[in-house]
């Protein structure tokens, strides 16, 4: 069933993809519905919620200002967040899109200043900072610079300036809605960093974009990263497994970039991900079930560039070096090497 809006143009879609958040999504639609720029739509994509989410959505709907700006998208199946997500990239009917989570929330001038340097600018997408919050209560701040980056693969050239230079998420900016159509981007279908590979390839194809230092969207951590494998007795090889699958895609995507000024930085970043995951496998392996071998760890540390490709890079060049003779020495002495570096960093 959907629920239609009147027919319109907005500036900005806000789309929420839900399952089962009864709990938290009153005070994420509230933060949403409480923006103070007034043209925006809000897509909730129900995913087969059960639990009384939809219920308390109704309820504030039925009363609520912003009503008929408000569609609500029901699943006849659980297709999971990827396609959720992939579905409001073809329903916003605004120019610019902006995807929140339904266990987070957002600043009351959220949209607006994002919008101002958006028109500013004459952005194509403009980042918010944002606080995340772990399971465990701690809080840390990721803030970016006032920057505005207006050139070709500028954007793109910062985010990999170093590891994790740029957020992982898929929330907390506005993006032009046509940068996502006219390039086919789209979040691939898995339950795990999906965003992050959004987010990671959706860089290359912006030209104009600003990162503001402002806090805007409050990120409550998912149970299911790597940061939380240690908290859990028993971990699954298949969940391991699917972050392993969404770096490679990463790794595929790179190919047609060989000739970009960041692509050095851009390989290093994906197989630096690669040793964050094979180090977080090393340190709770005895709890991985069934058993990650020596040689299926090696073939993590894969390289995207090939060895002549690396000689000729100009930037991070050794870096790559050193990563790819980890993705081609003997499983025993590569695990070896990974071990010890990771215990040098506090990772294992």
Known sequence: MTKLCRKMKYDVTIGIPIYNSVSCIRASMMSALAQSYPSIEFILIDDCCNDGTIDVINYIVSSHDRRDDIRIIS???????????????????????????????????????????????????????????????????YQYPSKQLLGKDELASFAYRKYAGIQASACNYIVKTNILRLNKHRFINVNYWEDLVFTFDLVTLVSRAVLLPDITYIYICRDNSLSHYQERINISKAEVMRNVESINHLKNTSALLYDKIYFPNRCYNIVMTDFYIACAILKRRKTIVPYITNREIKAIMSHPATWRQICSFRKSRIKNQLLYVLGKAPSFLSVFIIKCLGKMKNLI
């Open 75 to 141: 699943h006849s199946q659980k297709l999971g967040v990827s396609a959720s997500r992939n579905q409001i990239i073809d329903e916003a009917r605004g120019e610019f899109l902006y995807f929140m989570d339904s266990d987070d929330t957002i600043a009351k001038n959220t949209i607006e200043l994002l919008m101002q340097n958006a028109r500013k600018y004459d952005a194509e997408i403009v980042f918010g900072s944002y606080k995340k919050i772990e399971t465990s209560g701690k809080k840390t701040v």
